[in-house]
């Protein structure tokens, strides 16, 4: 392991100027081409890969995070995401054909994928590489240029960001600003063609206000409090496990991490038990062991969690410790009576979980989530009834689902990640990421020889040209009443298809027999 780079702010004063060179590499070309995009992608890679060390140390002094958790969640999970990017860009960059009419066929109509242009990446504290990175990823294989700003809560972190984004990749394309408010609000003075925030509903809507000044689109992925059904139907030794490795990944610190528990009456005693008996399981040494659990990112977010629990009314069934020397918070279950309680007042991102018990099954608890949160990062229930399960989707809303686990829809790559209303909009991941940063430009090439057919476009508009406009779009048979109700029959066929064929006058025999005979077709294959 070599030394780790030094935390410093980047000046205010330089940060337009910085903004500026990036523009000008984006009106040069220079990151459009797939070959420089793989090339930084390739570098990126290895400069990550040479740094493991680095990130696992960078890690533990900003979040005291375990080696084995680094190397899974942040560098491992990097090392994938780039490689799985590498195999899919020529695919994914690739022209798509527009679907349309045959009439329409001649325009060879297309959609073209660009890149957004220049964009600013905002990343969180919690995760300081992956949820900064995976983001950055995106944009080099979109091709833009980018601005990444690092969490300032994780100063060893985002030094370590800026050393290996420098030592990776081209400054005037891929460069990070470091810094507090005075930094980001300069950065978000200027101009972007995309901004991506990881982070707080309230630092979102000062982000988003920012953007809006110049209509920029924004991806907000935000959290919430994320509930857990434990219904009668549940596996509550299950649960209670799965649950517990929720709450202590990251020490809770994650935005996807189980907020609160839902619990019918008859699963509580086997859930309190499987629960404690999982954090026993989990930390043989006691969560104290600093090689094994993390701790809370700084003294404000320690005592706004330590707040939250001295003020609850709840009964603690489990842990409740605490260390503000260590920053220190034991995995702690605490039963609540009621929704008024000062642990469902905000997102707890922390080892602190309160449960309570819900009578009335998941109609009940449905309601309870539309209430203390509407729309989740993540929602989570055990249960083994398919009845239940569309229930609770039908009847919530959230970013993501895992049924029978936590955090688990998260866990996989190549699903798009990302909120709804509160928890955030848009997404990345995998695919997404590209799409994220990439603009669909649709592309035609209108022929000489069409001139002849839209001659229909040009005025004056007569009854001809508009008969004429309705014979080109090939209208679809409507098989539907005024009611809403379907409406089949070889006759209903013919007598469409005959208008169709004969137009709105007589038409000759020949033409009503032969849109008879594809009526007859139509209906036979209508019936199948």
Not at 174 to 198: C, H, R, S, W
Not at 248 to 256: K, L, P, R, S, T
Not at 357 to 364: A, C, L, S
Not at 474 to 490: C, E, R, Y
């Amino acid at each position: 392991m070599s030394e780790l780079p030094t935390y410093a702010s980047t000046p205010v004063a330089d940060i337009a100027g910085v903004h500026a060179r990036l523009v000008e590499t984006w009106e040069s070309g220079r990151t459009i081409p797939l070959e420089y995009r793989k090339i930084a992608l390739r570098k990126l890679y290895h400069a990550i890969k040479d740094n493991t060390e680095n990130i696992v140390a960078a890690l533990k002094a900003d979040l005291n995070k375990p080696e084995k958790e680094s190397l899974m969640i942040e560098v491992c999970w990097l090392e994938k995401d780039i490689l799985d990017t590498l195999a899919q860009l020529d695919k994914w960059a690739k022209d798509e054909k527009a679907p349309t009419s045959i009439i329409y066929a001649g325009l060879k109509p297309r959609m073209k994928k660009g890149p957004m242009g220049t964009v600013l990446i905002i990343g969180a504290f919690n995760y300081p590489f992956q949820l900064t990175v995976v983001p950055l990823i995106g944009a080099i294989a979109a091709g833009c240029p980018a601005i990444v700003k690092p969490s300032e809560m994780c100063p060893v972190s985002a030094a370590l960001l800026a050393h290996i984004i420098g030592q990776a990749l081209e400054p005037d394309a891929y460069t990070v600003v470091n810094g507090g408010i005075p930094e980001t609000t300069e950065v978000l003075a200027q101009k972007f063609d995309k901004i991506m925030y990881t982070g707080n509903g309230q630092v979102a809507r000062i982000v988003s206000a920012a953007a809006a000044k110049n209509l920029t689109p924004v991806i907000l992925e935000l959290g919430g409090l994320n509930p857990v059904f434990i219904t009668s139907k549940a596996d509550a030794k299950l649960a209670g496990k799965r649950i517990g490795w929720g709450k202590v990944h990251n020490a809770g610190q994650i935005c996807i991490s189980p907020d609160y528990v839902m619990v019918d009456p008859s699963m509580e005693e086997a859930f309190v038990q499987s629960f404690t008996d999982a954090i026993n399981e989990f930390y043989p040494n006691g969560t104290d062991d600093k090689e094994n659990f993390g701790r809370i990112v700084n003294d404000r977010h320690f005592k706004r969690i330590t707040g939250l629990l001295e003020k609850s009314k709840g009964e603690v069934k489990f842990g409740g410790k605490s260390d503000a020397a260590e920053r220190w918070i034991e995995p702690t279950l605490v039963k609540i009576g009621g929704l008024d309680d000062a642990l469902l007042s905000e997102e707890i991102f922390g080892p602190v979980l309160p449960y309570m018990i819900v009578e009335g099954g998941v109609q009940e608890m449905s309601s309870i989530v539309r209430k203390v949160g509407d729309c989740p990062l993540g929602l989570y229930a055990f249960t083994n009834d398919a009845k239940e399960q569309e229930y609770i989707v039908n009847t919530t809303r959230s970013g993501g689902i895992s049924f029978n686990d936590t955090m688990f829809h998260a866990a996989i790559q190549s699903i798009p990640f990302g909120g709804i209303g509160e928890s955030g909009t848009g997404c990345y991941r995998g695919k997404a990421s590209f799409d994220a940063f990439t603009h669909l430009r649709p592309i035609i090439d209108q022929p000489g020889w069409m001139e002849g057919q839209l001659d229909v476009r040009y005025p004056p508009y007569t009854d001809a040209k508009y008969k004429k406009y309705r014979m080109t779009q090939f209208l679809p048979a409507v098989d539907f009443d005024s009611n809403g109700k379907i409406v089949t029959g070889m006759w209903y066929y013919w007598r469409r298809l005959v208008l169709l064929g004969a137009g709105t006058k007589r038409g000759g025999v020949v033409r009503h027999l032969l849109a008879a005979l594809i009526g007859l077709c139509f209906w036979k294959w209508g019936k199948k």
